[in-house]
């Protein structure tokens, strides 16, 4: 039915494609209002990604299809900034703010100046470069002369145009912004993060800064980053105010905030900073200000700069969200690793939305500075930071001969001697294989969906498990059955069996996630996947020397020194014993260890999906290791679809629609390796 394209007639599709695309992205990302189903948006990409690679020639790195990110890494280049990156002069009162617009009127010698209101985005700024039409450079700040190029982060933000839309664009500009990343997203990466033990972001600003410096354009596409732009630098603007250039990047497919207004008096001013002091809350991103400009560009040149920021332009900070409340006690929890944090426990109060009742104190240097009293009147903040800290005491609130909270010197929850881990303000306590937390926190940790995935242990039944005798290390789950499980409270017929059930599939997990689950401290999750994949059984990681292990990527002293402790302990190797004897994997299959072979010439296998045994670009090392051909799009020529998890809706549907057979990791395992 569908005649053969000729290269000419691709190249047209091609190009009307990518501008219908590019129109979508920003209907979508920045206007906030798609015209079409996703579906539709699907079969476009697909359609691009299809005749883009039949046709290489028309390969164009700022096609709308390469935002997805590719899995290279690569360090940073540096690149000096055309204009310095400065910072903003600050105030934190209407009165200053005030002061300042008389300040710059008399230094006009009295002109009358409008004024431009804008959010202060709570983020990381961005320098980008735009030749011809087209995205071709984006710097971080950095020391604010030269910042670190991250131009490929930067294309996967579906909100920045890569090819700009509509006209009147200078040859060449620079457009400065803010990337910030959504609350939405942020709540959902901590989530995750809280879920894989890794550090949280404190706040909003710290994470988008972080993942905009990842080495990886495909994890920065997953984290769902957004960018406001503010302010337009370079030869030949196209108006003479600064306003009115904003309105010509919002024309050319920038997102400029609609909260930009101009104003016109000083009883404008205050009326917008009221306003906006309690409106801000309700916007989806973090802002932790406002920024006043002069509007007039003729006006901010007569102005100029400081050393350090622009004298036609001012930052009004919002006030912390602060609360004073007064300490029940202080507690030390014990974690998985043994690592000793003090908490204050407050009487409860409610600060920004919600009720706080405890606070990190983070660790004894920290805890020590604030020098806390017992029942001592705490402030409380949460400015822009999710997880709630104690800034200060309210010393006119001390009781009288109250005691200073000292920092404990044993583990509260064993008694053994607390250890002070070298070069850190931490403590652990060191009572390994005693320490009730610590046991509990390590089953916690091994039954998790990222490392075995039993289903049914979670926090609380892993410290009924352990009180009531019948896991007192993580291979006693091996020998857990209905009847035994049913003698405890709260555990049915059918509770009891989904764990044994989840325990029993825990013996196909592969060997890199039992590496993990292990808790062998500092060997986290990638570190682990690092090792599997290089040492590949766990016999010999455990008859590797220091040197050897040192050897391996991700794996400096520190670890090498911590999995060479591990092993030496006599409890582990008896727990990794009765582990290996109930079956759990301790070594990677064979099939990826193989050279390879012929088992898949001819084949064209199309990948798609997430996938648990292996990475996507194994697999397609695999294909082409075993013969066979890996293309980015199905089409009657393709033998099989390699699907995994959250396989894309519109492949699915047209490998139906195809009849191309739709292959899981096992069976396509299976298929290279038979038997
Ligand atoms: S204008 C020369 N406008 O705040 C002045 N900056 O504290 C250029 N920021 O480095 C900055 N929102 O990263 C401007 N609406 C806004 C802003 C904004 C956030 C950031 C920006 C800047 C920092 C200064």
Redesign the pocket.
């Known amino acids: 039915m569908e005649h053969k394209l000729t290269a000419a007639e691709a190249g047209l599709e091609i190009q009307r494609l990518r501008q219908e695309i590019n129109l979508h992205n920003h209907k979508y990302y920045v206007e906030n209002s798609p015209e079409i189903e996703d579906r539709d948006y699907d079969m476009l990409m697909k359609r691009l990604e299809a005749l883009e690679s039949e046709f290489p020639e028309f390969e164009d790195p700022l096609s709308p299809s390469r935002r997805v990110g590719s899995d290279l890494t690569k360090g940073f280049m540096q690149a000096a900034h055309i204009y310095p990156?400065?910072?903003?002069g600050n105030t934190y009162s209407t009165e200053e703010v005030d002061a300042w617009t008389e300040r710059t009127e008399n230094a006009l010698s009295g002109q009358n100046s409008t004024l431009v209101g804008?959010?202060?985005?709570d983020g990381?700024?961005i320098s980008l470069i735009y030749e011809h039409g087209r995205l071709v450079r984006a710097v971080t700040?950095g020391d604010g002369e030269k910042g670190d190029v991250v131009t490929e982060n930067v294309k996967t933000i579906k909100s920045i145009p890569l090819q700009l839309m509509g006209s009147g664009w200078p040859e060449m500009f620079e457009i400065?912004g803010?990337i910030v990343l959504p609350w939405e997203a942020f709540d959902h990466l901590n989530r995750e993060r809280e879920f894989n033990e890794e550090p949280l972001f404190a706040n909003p600003r710290n994470a988008a800064a972080g993942t905009l410096k990842t080495q990886n354009p495909a994890e920065v596409a997953r984290r769902g980053l957004d960018a406001y732009f503010?302010?337009l630098l370079g030869e030949n603007l196209p108006c003479q105010t600064h306003y009115d250039n904003m309105l010509a990047a919002r024309s050319w497919g920038f997102k400029v905030s609609d909260a930009m207004t101009r104003l016109h008096s000083i009883e404008e001013v205050d009326a917008y900073i009221k306003h906006w002091d309690t409106a801000r809350k309700k916007l989806p991103v973090a802002t932790d200000g406002l920024?006043f400009?002069v509007d007039s560009l003729r006006q901010q040149l007569n102005l100029g700069f400081t050393a350090k920021?622009?004298r036609w332009?001012i930052?009004y900070k919002f006030a912390a969200q602060r609360a004073l409340t007064r300490l029940r006690f202080v507690s030390f929890d014990v974690g998985r690793l043994g690592y000793i944090t003090p908490v204050a426990n407050l009487e409860p109060v409610l600060l920004s939305g919600t009720i706080v009742k405890r606070a990190s104190l983070h660790n004894q240097d920290i805890m020590e500075a604030l020098d806390i009293h017992e029942q001592d009147m705490l402030y409380v903040e949460k400015g822009g930071e999710i997880i709630p800290k104690i800034t200060g005491v309210e010393l006119s609130e001390r009781m009288a001969g109250s005691e200073r909270v000292r920092f404990v010197s044993h583990c509260p929850a064993c008694g053994t001697a607390l250890v002070r881990v070298e070069g850190e303000a931490a403590w652990v306590c060191p009572n390994r294989y005693g320490c009730p937390p610590q046991i509990v926190g390590r089953v916690e940790h091994y039954v998790g969906r990222r490392m075995m995935n039993i289903d049914g242990v979670g926090e609380e039944t892993s410290a009924q498990l352990f009180s009531s005798g019948m896991v007192k290390d993580i291979a006693d789950l091996y020998d857990l059955t209905v009847e035994r499980l049913m003698t405890l409270e709260g555990f049915a017929r059918k509770s009891a069996e989904r764990v044994v059930e989840g325990v029993e599939a825990s013996k196909s997990v592969p060997f890199d996630r039992v590496l993990f689950a292990l808790s062998i401290p500092f060997v986290g999750e990638t570190t682990a996947k690092r090792i599997a994949k290089k040492v590949r059984s766990l016999d010999r990681l455990m008859s590797m020397s220091r040197e050897e292990l040192e050897g391996i990527e991700d794996v400096g002293p520190k670890i090498a020194e911590s999995i060479k402790e591990y092993f030496a302990s006599e409890i582990n190797r008896n727990i990794i014993e009765r582990l290996r004897a109930s079956g759990v994997q301790f070594d990677l299959p064979e099939e990826a260890q193989t050279a390879g072979g012929t088992a898949l010439e001819g084949k064209t296998i199309v990948i798609s999906g997430v996938f648990s045994k292996y990475s996507r670009d194994e697999y397609k090392a695999m294909i082409e290791a075993y013969g066979g051909k890996n293309s980015g799009s199905i089409s009657k020529k393709t033998s099989y679809v390699l699907a995994g998890e959250n396989m894309g809706p519109a492949k699915y549907e047209k490998a139906r629609k195809l009849g191309v057979p739709i292959i899981n990791e096992d069976e396509f395992l299976a298929m290279i390796n038979p038997g």
Not at 85 to 88: D, H, K, V
Not at 118 to 121: A, D, G, I, Q, Y
Request: aromatic content about 14%.
């Open positions: 990156m400065l910072s903003l804008e959010m202060k985005f990381t700024g700040r400065r803010e503010y302010y920024v400009k920021s622009p332009a930052a």
